[in-house]
């Protein structure tokens, strides 16, 4: 059974930074690529960062150069170290590992860390 688990998220004040990270159990997570996900008030999930199984990275052009995704293959956890947070960085932030294994879609969330950005 894969299971998700963010934590990190709190309130910062603009310009600070936080560290959120995604703990997995039933999957390695240097086996798959992990997404990271926001949500804010009232908007639709987004794609903020991404790891492959290899490494590389990809990010949203809004958060490049002050997000950066990493992972600790000892701890089985995907890190996103968010720096220079603005109010819009306000979310509920989520990590996501999906794949097709020919028999079927597997898609796993977390429940979701809230990110709040004062001004």
């Known amino acids: 059974q894969v299971q998700l688990v963010e934590s990190g998220g709190g309130l910062v004040q603009a310009g600070g930074s936080l560290r959120l990270s995604c703990t997995a159990s039933?999957?390695?997570?240097?086996?798959?690529?992990i997404g990271w996900y926001r949500q804010p008030p009232g908007k639709q999930r987004e794609l903020v960062a991404m790891i492959s199984s290899g490494g590389s990275t990809n990010y949203a052009d809004s958060v490049k150069g002050r997000f950066a995704v990493s992972r600790d293959n000892a701890k089985n956890t995907v890190y996103l170290q968010m720096n220079s947070l603005k109010p819009d960085d306000t979310a509920v932030y989520y990590c996501n590992i999906d794949w097709d294994d020919g028999l079927g879609r597997h898609d796993y969330w977390g429940q979701g860390t809230q990110v709040t950005v004062s001004s």
């Open positions: 039933g999957i390695p997570v240097n086996s798959r690529v």
